[in-house]
């Protein structure tokens, strides 16, 4: 595998139309822009990720509590929509479905891991159907595990990021230990929202960055409002890495608002609201880890409000293709690798 160079420049050019970006990642994936969103439990659904893979980046489907007839349904429904363009499938290892598994590397171009010892037998199922396998880690130990067990691709997570986070090390030093460590391409995860921020950690070396709680905001989200407003006026300082919402997933460290947080711990009642799913309801347990969306109803802002410390910059919801290019406006052709 080639080496990348190390410089990058940055342009003020914000021509992206029908501009492409290389780097060991776009390569591997075959997509446009060094951007994947990240694939968030029920609120990264079929359609946020067409939305940024139609833009040009790699849209991920977030982990789907799905029986496989449906979950091969909503694969099909992803395929069709984004036309051949490669899109992606995260799983969290606490919650996996194998079968899940074999039925997203048929489809998608990358199956990803996230909270669980690397798993060669998962990598093997993901290569035999053709799917590049990839992992998100949150030390350089867990990297050289990763790839040792067969990763063609790894996200290193800081921990500014939103939701589960993983290690213990900033973005940036986790970023520069995980390169030092491995040479499969290496994205960028955590406190990265604004087209600066993506632009300093592809200078820092990294193949591509990998974006959640600025995709909060996406109208494809499948966000619940008071969720979504939550977020759009939240600044960094608002949010805290804690282990409040470990009802159905122990000994997991995660970052949300502060607010829900406190109102999770405040309240009282084992239940703080439902979701609805077809004819069916199911309640919402007290410090449950799921997030509100859409289809849920109750105390919204006691629930697993996940956010990371990039939140202040997330003001406005727009299209997610619009945030896309927003994101990669601060790089173009003088960002290209040879
Ligand atoms: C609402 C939300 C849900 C998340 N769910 C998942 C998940 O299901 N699987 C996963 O690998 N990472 C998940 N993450 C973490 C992301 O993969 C990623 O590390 C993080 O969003 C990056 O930091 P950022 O939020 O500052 O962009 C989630 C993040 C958020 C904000």
Not at 56 to 79: R, S
Not at 141 to 162: F, I, N, P
Not at 225 to 231: E, G, M, S
Request: glycine residues 10%; contains cysteine.
């Amino acid at each position: 595998m080639a080496e990348p160079e190390t410089t990058l420049e940055k342009t003020t050019s914000r021509n992206y139309a029908g501009d492409t970006v290389s780097t060991r990642f776009t390569d591997l994936i075959g997509c446009r822009w060094p951007l994947q969103s990240a694939g968030m439990g029920l609120v990264a659904g079929v359609d946020l990720a067409a939305a940024v893979t139609n833009a040009g980046a790699l849209g991920m489907l977030g982990p789907q509590p799905l029986p496989p007839d449906a979950f091969d349904a909503a694969l099909g429904t992803l395929a069709e929509r984004t036309d051949g363009r490669p899109f992606g499938v995260n799983f969290l290892m606490p919650f996996l479905d194998a079968r899940q598994v074999e039925l997203a590397a048929r489809r998608a171009h990358l199956v990803e891991f996230f909270y669980g010892d690397p798993d060669p037998e998962l990598i093997r199922i993901g290569h035999a159907a053709d799917a590049f396998v990839g992992w998100q880690v949150g030390s350089a130990d867990e990297a050289r595990a990763a790839v040792r067990a067969g990763c063609d691709l790894l996200v290193a997570q800081g921990t500014e990021a939103g939701g589960h986070v993983r290690g213990t090390e900033p973005r940036d030093a986790i970023l520069a230990n995980v390169m030092a460590a491995v040479d499969v391409p290496v994205l960028a995860a955590g406190g990265i929202a604004t087209a600066e921020q993506a632009a300093a950690a592809l200078g820092a070396g990294a193949d591509g960055v990998r974006v959640g709680t600025g995709f909060l905001a996406a109208t494809e989200a499948d966000v619940h409002p008071d969720y979504l407003t939550a977020i759009l006026t939240a600044d960094g300082t608002d949010t805290v890495l804690t282990e409040v919402f470990t009802l159905d997933w122990p000994e997991a460290p995660h970052r949300v608002l502060r607010s829900a947080a406190e109102r999770a711990r405040s309240g009282d009642g084992e239940v703080v609201g439902e979701l609805t799913a077809g004819e069916r309801r199911h309640p919402i347990p007290r410090f449950a880890t799921m997030p509100p969306t859409r289809a849920v109803r109750g105390d919204i802002a006691a629930m697993a409000l996940y956010a990371g410390q990039a939140v202040g910059a997330v003001s406005t919801e727009q299209p997610a293709a619009e945030i896309v290019h927003g994101l990669m406006s601060e790089i173009g052709s003088s960002t290209r690798r040879v």
